[in-house]
Every structure is written in C-alpha cells, then in structure tokens.
C-alpha cells in the first residue's frame, strides 16, 4: 500500500489566496390531520420555521373555543407514559393554545412573542386504543377576531428498550432508549434516533454511512456504554483525501489504526494527518505531519480535524470504525489562532471537525443554532467563511448568505483566525440536527 500526499492542500492556497414517532414535522403536505374545525385555517408556512423547511401557519377567525380544534386519531398503549409536544410561536400575543389528550392540558405562553416556545404534556392512557392528539386554541383579552399562530414539531414520544437486533432505516425519537446485554441496535446511513432523554446501551449500537449519506444519533440526556460510527472516508486517490473528525469521545489513536486494516499505511505511517500552522515551513507539504508506529499515544481529540484516507483497494472508499461513548457536552470548545507572523499562507488556517454522532447546523438558514452565528466574530474578519473540501481539489464557502447548510457527523473543514494571541469556536448541543447532506 502507498500513502499518496496531501497535494489536495495546494489548492487550499490556490483558493483561499415502544412506538414513539414524530407525529408530524409539517414537512409534507397536505397534512394528514383529522380534525380541523371550521374555527381555524391552516396552510403551509416557509418563512417562520422552527426546524425544516416549513411549518404550519394556523389563523384563528373564532373566539368560539368550540371550533378551534386540531387533532389526530392516534394508537396509543395502556400502560405507557406518552411525553406530547408541539412548538408554538405567537404573534400578536392574544391567543393561546392547549394540548388535547384525553382532555384539555397545558397552556402555551400566550404573552411569549416572536419566538419559539415549547408546549408539553405527559399522557398514561388509560387503556389500548385511538386517541384524539391535538391543540385546541383559545383567545384572550385583547384577540380582534383573526391572529395567527405558527405550529411546527408535533411529537409523541415514550421509552424504548431494544430486547432484539433492531435496524434503524427512517427517523425514530424517544425519551430513554436503552439497548440490552447482546443485542445489536443498528441506525442505517438513511435512519436517525433522537433520545430526548438518556441513552443506556448494554449491547452493540452501530452507525452506518456511505459517500454522501450519514446515520444521526442524538443524545439530550446522559449516555452510557460505547457507540460504533462506521464513518465513510474516501480512498487515497490525488486529491481525494476526507477531512475528518471522530464523531465519539475517548478513542485512542492506536486503538483506531488496529480497529481500521483499511486506513492508508506508507511503511510506517498511517494516513492520519494532523494539521499545524506553526511550524517552521510555510508548505503545503509542511503542513500535515503523518503519524507512524511511534506517534501512536494519546487519543483523537474531540473537535479536532484530521486529513484521512482509506486504502486505494477500497475505491472510491469505506468506512472506518470510530469507537467510544456520545458527546453530551453542551459546549465542545476548540482553539484557532493565527499564525501568519510564521506562516504568510498557512498561518491563520486552523482544521476543526463536527465532534457529534449527528448533523449540525451550519448556517442560519437552517433555522436552527448554527456553527456560523454563533463563532463569526471569532473568525478572521476576512475570511469569516466555513471552507469545506469537495473531494476533487476544490474547495466551498459557506456562511450565513448561502442557502441551509448541514455539517455531516465526523465532518471537518478549515476555519481561519486573525487573532495571534488565541481563540476558541464552540460546538454546541444545540446545533445538533438529525437531518442534512454532507
């Protein structure tokens, strides 16, 4: 096997000079309600989004809180703790709305304005059976007749326990899942979980990827027990290394380079990169120093970027295995600095790397905390840009100007600095979706 080199980096200087499901994320239209009382109209809404593309934009004609109901005949079981929850945004502040669940629950804040809030109800069912799930909404002092309420996110979650090999292929949310002694729990590169609580895996929980699709997991609450991400990295082909990160904490390089026979090797080096602006050569070739037999200690660090490639054998590429538990820190900060008192081109280039199982957001039109709005003022007045590899020599800008960009689990990419004396970028949890493209 020959490691090829990282001449991709020359053009860096060329460019640069139990069933819970989500009941409905007003994504696909028209929605499948079943009751919708002539009190309201509903249509679909793209400008006011909590998470997507779209949400629902409910007018309210009616102070007759008898025809202002909206709900879904649903399945629920005896015996199971159902966690119901929409997200509400209000506009003019005289109307509020109810969860209905065998009954009237939980009002929302009706004097909350001009952002997203959260309403929430715990439901025990009574027995197995079709339940009416919905809002119902109600006026207060001041509604004129007509006011508007936008509507995104309806979910209906519980807990889960995996006693059987399970595969993952769509989009599953729960509150706690946990996965049992022996069994394997699989989200394939089409599928996500979202554990609204706490994650307790006993077994094997594998995530799968290929080129351009990425398995997503999320974890709200705690995490316990390990997690295999089989993250995609292309072959060592000119130009064709991956910028990449581990998506998990705490595994150790050597650990990594035994786990994967199809990391790239030349002799004694593997085909793991690590990037620095401050050496004392101001070359593409200077830049990523390979790491071999003798450099082995440590582990992957979580934030940090790395150039990687897979065996040439394997083209386009494959997967490697990156093991160790979920990132549940709320904030993963990573330092940048410039350089360019040393290194005139290089200097002020710092590599990071998504450090979750999961997409983020990387630009406010995600509608979401995105990577760009919250570390702009952090990055290099000029260059305040997420500069992603395309895998063919060129590179793409990304910021808060271009259209809804998602960073793939274990993704990295290039971010420059103009602060000498040090700075920090923050990952948060917030900025984690279940949804993008690479």
């Avoid at 082909?237 to 991956?242: L, M, P, S, Y």
């Avoid at 983020?360 to 995105?370: E, K, M, V």
């Amino acid at each position: 096997m020959k490691l090829k080199s990282t001449c991709f980096l020359f053009n860096l200087i060329i460019f640069l000079t139990s069933i819970s499901f989500a009941q409905d994320d007003f994504e696909t239209w028209p929605l499948s309600f079943d009751t919708t009382d002539s009190g309201i109209n509903v249509s679909q809404e793209t400008t006011i989004v909590d998470e997507g593309s779209s949400s629902a934009k409910v007018v309210v004609n009616t102070g007759s809180q008898g025809s202002t109901d909206w709900r879904k005949n649903i399945t629920l079981s005896s015996g199971v703790t159902y966690t119901i929850s929409f997200r509400i945004y209000h506009t003019e502040g005289n109307m509020r709305a109810r969860i209905y669940a065998g009954g009237y629950r939980n009002y929302s804040l009706y004097a909350t304005t001009g952002e997203w809030q959260t309403i929430i109800y715990d439901f025990l069912p009574s027995s197995t059976g079709t339940y009416d799930i919905g809002l119902r909404f109600y006026d207060v002092s001041g509604f004129d007749g007509s006011e508007i309420v936008y509507v995104d996110d309806f979910q209906i979650r519980s807990n889960i326990t995996y006693s059987s090999n399970t595969t993952i292929s769509s989009n599953a949310t729960y509150n706690d899942v946990t996965v049992n002694n022996g069994v394997t729990l699989t989200i394939d590169k089409t599928g996500s979980l979202n554990a609204y609580g706490n994650l307790s895996n006993n077994g094997t929980l594998n995530i799968n990827s290929d080129s351009d699709e990425f398995g997503s997991l999320i974890v709200q609450g705690t995490s316990s027990g390990n997690i295999t991400y089989k993250r995609f990295v292309s072959d060592e082909g000119t130009d064709e290394w991956d910028l990449i990160g581990s998506p998990v904490v705490g595994q150790t390089i050597s650990n990594f380079v035994s786990a994967n026979s199809s990391l790239a090797t030349s002799g004694s080096d593997y085909a793991i990169g690590v990037f620095s602006n401050d050496g004392s050569t101001d070359t593409a070739s200077a830049m990523y120093s390979m790491l071999s037999s003798a450099d082995l200690s440590g582990s992957l660090s979580s934030g940090a970027g790395y150039s990687m490639a897979t065996d040439e054998t394997d083209s386009p590429g494959t997967t490697l295995d990156f093991t160790g538990t979920v990132n549940t820190s709320s904030n993963v900060t990573v330092a940048i600095d410039d350089q360019t008192g040393t290194l005139t081109n290089f200097g002020k280039w710092n590599l990071i790397a998504n450090p979750y199982p999961s997409f983020i957001n990387a630009n406010s039109p995600t509608s979401g905390t995105d990577f760009m709005t919250i570390n702009v003022s952090n990055l290099h007045s000029s260059y305040a840009y997420i500069y992603g590899y395309d895998g063919d020599g060129t590179w793409t800008l990304y910021n808060n100007s271009s259209s809804a960009t998602y960073i793939a689990p274990g993704q990295a990419f290039f971010v420059a600095s103009d602060d000498s004396g040090g700075n920090t970028v923050t990952f948060s949890e917030a900025m984690q979706t279940v949804s993008g493209t690479e």
